[in-house]
Nanobody
Framework: QVQLVESGGGLVQAGGSLRVSCAASGRAWYAMGWFRQAPGKERDFVAV????????YYADSVKGRFTISRDNAKNTVYLQMNSLKPEDTAVYYC???????????????WGKGTPVTVSS
Protein backbone atom coordinates (compact mmCIF):
# COMPACT_ATOMS: atom_id res chain seq x y z
CA GLN A 1 0.00 0.00 0.00
CA VAL A 2 1.36 3.40 -0.99
CA GLN A 3 1.67 5.92 1.81
CA LEU A 4 3.30 9.32 2.19
CA VAL A 5 3.61 10.39 5.81
CA GLU A 6 4.68 13.92 6.61
CA SER A 7 6.15 15.10 9.89
CA GLY A 8 7.93 18.11 11.34
CA GLY A 9 5.40 20.87 10.94
CA GLY A 10 4.72 23.31 13.75
CA LEU A 11 4.83 26.88 14.96
CA VAL A 12 7.89 29.06 14.43
CA GLN A 13 8.63 32.77 14.63
CA ALA A 14 9.38 34.81 11.57
CA GLY A 15 13.02 34.48 10.61
CA GLY A 16 13.22 31.02 12.10
CA SER A 17 13.77 27.61 10.58
CA LEU A 18 11.85 24.37 10.35
CA ARG A 19 12.37 21.06 8.60
CA VAL A 20 9.54 18.90 7.35
CA SER A 21 9.97 15.31 6.29
CA CYS A 22 8.01 12.87 4.17
CA ALA A 23 8.51 9.13 4.37
CA ALA A 24 7.19 7.09 1.46
CA SER A 25 6.24 3.45 1.68
CA GLY A 26 4.92 0.97 -0.84
CA ARG A 27 7.16 2.02 -3.74
CA ALA A 28 9.96 4.32 -4.75
CA TRP A 29 9.10 7.50 -6.65
CA TYR A 30 11.13 9.26 -9.30
CA ALA A 31 10.03 12.72 -8.21
CA MET A 32 9.17 13.74 -4.67
CA GLY A 33 8.39 17.20 -3.48
CA TRP A 34 6.18 19.63 -1.67
CA PHE A 35 3.17 21.79 -2.27
CA ARG A 36 1.50 24.14 0.19
CA GLN A 37 -1.97 25.47 0.70
CA ALA A 38 -2.80 28.52 2.76
CA PRO A 39 -6.34 29.06 4.08
CA GLY A 40 -8.66 30.13 1.29
CA LYS A 41 -6.00 29.73 -1.38
CA GLU A 42 -5.08 27.17 -4.00
CA ARG A 43 -2.47 24.48 -3.47
CA ASP A 44 0.83 25.81 -4.82
CA PHE A 45 4.01 24.10 -5.89
CA VAL A 46 6.99 24.61 -3.56
CA ALA A 47 9.85 22.30 -4.57
CA VAL A 48 10.66 18.98 -6.20
CA UNK A 49 13.65 16.65 -6.33
CA UNK A 50 14.31 13.71 -8.60
CA UNK A 51 15.54 10.32 -7.51
CA UNK A 52 18.57 10.31 -9.81
CA UNK A 53 20.93 13.22 -10.37
CA UNK A 54 19.34 14.56 -8.36
CA UNK A 55 17.71 17.56 -9.97
CA UNK A 56 15.83 20.14 -7.95
CA TYR A 57 13.41 22.91 -8.80
CA TYR A 58 11.91 25.59 -6.58
CA ALA A 59 9.10 28.07 -6.70
CA ASP A 60 10.42 31.63 -6.96
CA SER A 61 8.80 32.49 -3.63
CA VAL A 62 11.04 30.07 -1.71
CA LYS A 63 14.22 30.07 -3.81
CA GLY A 64 17.25 30.82 -1.67
CA ARG A 65 15.38 30.12 1.58
CA PHE A 66 14.19 26.52 1.23
CA THR A 67 16.28 23.46 0.41
CA ILE A 68 14.88 20.13 -0.68
CA SER A 69 16.81 16.90 -0.28
CA ARG A 70 16.11 13.19 -0.24
CA ASP A 71 17.50 9.97 1.18
CA ASN A 72 16.76 7.24 -1.33
CA ALA A 73 17.78 4.49 1.08
CA LYS A 74 15.06 5.70 3.46
CA ASN A 75 12.65 6.70 0.70
CA THR A 76 12.33 10.04 2.46
CA VAL A 77 12.30 13.63 1.26
CA TYR A 78 13.08 16.66 3.39
CA LEU A 79 12.33 20.35 3.10
CA GLN A 80 14.59 22.62 5.11
CA MET A 81 12.89 25.99 5.49
CA ASN A 82 14.99 28.96 6.61
CA SER A 83 14.23 32.66 6.98
CA LEU A 84 10.57 31.82 7.33
CA LYS A 85 7.99 34.53 6.73
CA PRO A 86 4.36 34.78 7.89
CA GLU A 87 3.32 34.27 4.26
CA ASP A 88 4.89 30.80 4.40
CA THR A 89 2.09 29.77 6.74
CA ALA A 90 0.21 26.87 5.12
CA VAL A 91 -0.41 23.17 5.20
CA TYR A 92 2.52 21.52 3.49
CA TYR A 93 1.72 18.46 1.40
CA CYS A 94 4.17 15.82 0.29
CA UNK A 95 3.74 14.87 -3.36
CA UNK A 96 5.11 11.94 -5.34
CA UNK A 97 5.22 11.40 -9.06
CA UNK A 98 6.50 8.94 -11.61
CA UNK A 99 8.06 11.77 -13.60
CA UNK A 100 9.35 15.29 -12.97
CA UNK A 101 6.62 17.78 -12.12
CA UNK A 102 6.13 21.41 -11.21
CA UNK A 103 2.35 21.40 -11.02
CA UNK A 104 -0.31 19.34 -9.31
CA UNK A 105 -1.24 17.67 -12.58
CA UNK A 106 2.02 15.74 -12.46
CA UNK A 107 1.46 14.34 -8.97
CA UNK A 108 0.43 10.71 -8.61
CA UNK A 109 0.10 10.55 -4.85
CA TRP A 110 -0.40 13.01 -2.00
CA GLY A 111 0.33 12.94 1.68
CA LYS A 112 -2.23 14.20 4.18
CA GLY A 113 -0.28 17.35 4.98
CA THR A 114 1.48 18.92 7.93
CA PRO A 115 0.70 22.45 9.14
CA VAL A 116 3.35 25.14 9.34
CA THR A 117 2.56 28.40 11.09
CA VAL A 118 4.94 31.35 11.04
CA SER A 119 4.16 34.05 13.56
CA SER A 120 5.18 37.66 13.06
Amino acid sequence: QVQLVESGGGLVQAGGSLRVSCAASGRAWYAMGWFRQAPGKERDFVAVITRSGPSTYYADSVKGRFTISRDNAKNTVYLQMNSLKPEDTAVYYCAAGGSFYTSASGVNYWGKGTPVTVSS
